[in-house]
């Protein structure tokens, strides 16, 4: 089955600390990684991605990493500003049996950084 | 930077009434989708579109749920008869091709009392 597991639901920061997001997916086939950042109301915006092919991407403060046979990946923010708060979604891209693609998500956490 | 367009942003229906919500794609991209947000929860496929058909669709899009991209630019989803259960946020997506990122539109918040 397709299934995408978010850890932890809510975070709690402050200023200047890392936060660290989890996720696990199921199906091992899945190639392509993105994490969402949603403020509240608005549209998921995508903040960074990562292919199976890659271990670990790095943008600024932002870091993703992929373990592709844990079946694990994770979300990165170093040095946090209270406008990095926001709700963080994982996803997995699943090939259907179509041939086609689509997006998986997580179940989201609300990462709070306190000035 | 090209973005995915959606309207109406807001829409409140009577239970029973038919909605359409459309979207304009980014213009080069081919393939299309529609996502849902109930209040609270995750983001959830409804359906993908490529070539003018529907590529996939899941449990959720029943026969109350309809796709079109009746022109170039447009693309629509159309709930025939809504539920109060159908009120969340739309979202449509667009991505210029397989293994490309996806490119999410502002949503359409749908209410239905």
């Known amino acids: 089955g397709e299934n995408v597991e978010q850890h932890p639901s809510t975070l709690s920061v402050q200023e200047g600390d890392s936060a660290v997001i989890k996720c696990t997916y199921s199906d091992s086939a899945s190639n392509y990684f993105p994490w969402y950042k949603q403020e509240l109301g608005k549209r998921p915006q995508l903040i960074i991605d990562?292919?199976?092919?890659?271990g670990e991407k790095k943008d600024q403060r932002i870091a993703v990493t992929l373990n592709k046979t844990a079946k694990h990946f994770s979300l990165h923010i170093t040095e946090t500003q209270p406008e990095d708060s926001a709700v963080y979604f994982c996803a997995a891209q699943i090939d259907m049996n179509t041939g086609f693609q689509k997006l998986v998500f997580g179940t989201g956490t609300r990462l709070l950084v306190s000035p | 930077e090209p973005e995915v367009t959606q309207t109406p942003s807001h829409q409140v229906t009577q239970m029973g009434q038919e909605v359409i919500l459309r979207c304009v794609p980014i213009?080069?991209?081919?393939?299309f989708y529609w996502y849902r947000q109930i209040l609270g929860q995750k983001v959830e496929f409804l359906v993908s579109?490529?070539?003018?058909?529907?590529?996939?669709k899941s449990e959720i899009f029943d026969d109350q749920f309809s796709v079109e991209r009746p022109d170039g630019s447009n693309f629509t989803l159309k709930i025939r008869s809504t539920k109060l259960e159908d009120s969340a946020m739309y979202f449509c997506?667009?991505?210029?091709?397989?293994?490309?990122?996806?490119?999410f539109g502002s949503g359409t918040r749908l209410t239905v009392v």
């Open positions: 579109f490529y070539n003018n058909e529907i590529s996939e």
């Open positions: 213009s080069n991209h081919l393939y």
């Open positions: 997506a667009s991505r210029v091709a397989a293994d490309y990122g996806y490119t």
């Open positions: 990562i292919r199976s092919n890659v």
